[in-house]
T-cell receptor
Framework: SAVISQKPSRDICQRGTSLTIQCQVDSQVTMMFWYRQQPGQSLTLIATANQGSEATYESGFVIDKFPISRPNLTFSTLTVSNMSPEDSSIYLC??????????????FGSGTRLTVV | KNEVEQSPQNLTAQEGEFITINCSYSVGISALHWLQQHPGGGIVSLFMLSSGKKKHGRLIATINIQEKHSSLHITASHPRDSAVYICAVTLNTDKLIFGTGTRLQVFP
């Protein structure tokens, strides 16, 4: 299975600033996803990062707030822009590898714990 | 109502106890996943199931497609098993739908 290196692992940021989170995968993968996990909540999909084109955002998430880059099949970044305390969450990237038919296995990054003060 | 429901939400156990976490879902799925999230936030994929039963070490996962139910069992629990266990399903797409998680604490 793929191995993901995600960084930073944690950060404390001032409101109004931006933070870029990186995920590097040790193999080429087609599908890469970015999730947010607010305190005490389950994971919520922010967007699917598409190589060579704009990311596909889920309802409630917009490109201006969460710009995503995917320059190749092994790397992606998520930026949390103009941060407010409500953006304090764990952010995770994930990749899917097809395990047969419609079944996909998933590997997750180690997460970025963001605190906005 | 969530499409994926887990129970219990919180679980405490003494070391050595047998643990069961349950997951029910209300949609047709292509696969069900059990994930483990440690306090630092990182997530490890434990199992992917589309039928039957899988075992890995002290962990056993079962799924009943007809009843739309899965269980994760931990035998001979240990404090290092303390984590949040998340059930997630995939429909006929590549996207995961997550349960709310079960927080497990195992005390020595």
């Amino acid at each position: 299975s793929a191995v993901i290196s995600q960084k930073p692992s944690r950060d404390i940021c001032q409101r109004g600033t931006s933070l870029t989170i990186q995920c590097q995968v040790d193999s080429q993968v087609t599908m890469m996803f970015w999730y947010r996990q607010q305190p005490g909540q389950s994971l919520t999909l922010i967007a699917t990062a598409n190589q060579g084109s704009e990311a596909t955002y889920e309802s409630g998430f917009v490109i201006d707030k969460f710009p995503i880059s995917r320059p190749n099949l092994t790397f992606s970044t998520l930026t949390v822009s103009n941060m407010s305390p409500e953006d304090s969450s764990i952010y995770l990237c994930s990749v899917a590898v097809q395990g047969g038919l419609a079944n996909y296995g998933y590997t997750f990054g180690s997460g970025t714990r963001l605190t906005v003060v | 109502k969530n499409e994926v429901e887990q129970s219990p939400q919180n679980l405490t156990a003494q070391e050595g106890e047998f643990i069961t976490i349950n997951c029910s879902y209300s949609v047709g799925i292509s696969a069900l996943h059990w994930l483990q999230q440690h306090p630092g936030g990182g997530i490890v994929s434990l199992f992917m199931l589309s039928s039957g039963k899988k075992k890995h070490g002290r962990l056993i996962a079962t799924i009943n497609i007809q009843e739309k139910h899965s269980s994760l069992h931990i035998t001979a629990s240990h404090p290092r098993d303390s984590a949040v266990y998340i059930c997630a399903v995939t429909l006929n797409t590549d996207k995961l739908i997550f349960g709310t998680g079960t927080r497990l604490q195992v005390f020595p």
